[in-house]
């Protein structure tokens, strides 16, 4: 879904939501910029001279802006919902 699973180990899924976690010790929430759209979101966390950048395919998999964030300990935790896929229908032939 998201990439190979070497890439994206530390993302876990759920029935209706995928779940990232990124350990961030001494980052704190206003060194970190996080950004998505439909395709891919970006975390970049930057202090001091040091910088800890990735992304996440999407694959259009997630409503962007329903993507929730929290800072804990230094871990980083992404929450991002899975579209609701609309039930299939039977199309007419003419």
Do not use: H
């Amino acid at each position: 879904m998201f990439g190979t699973e070497k890439e994206y180990k530390w993302i876990k899924s759920s029935d209706d939501v995928y779940t990232a976690e990124v350990e961030l010790a001494g980052f704190s929430k206003k060194d970190i910029e996080i950004t998505a759209d439909q395709e891919i979101l970006t975390v970049k966390a930057r202090r001091e001279g040091r910088t800890r950048d990735f992304s996440i395919k999407l694959n259009d998999l997630v409503c962007p802006s329903e993507i929730k964030s929290k800072m804990e300990n230094g871990l980083l935790t992404i929450t991002m919902p899975k579209k609701q896929v609309k039930e299939s229908f039977a199309v007419k032939i003419e």
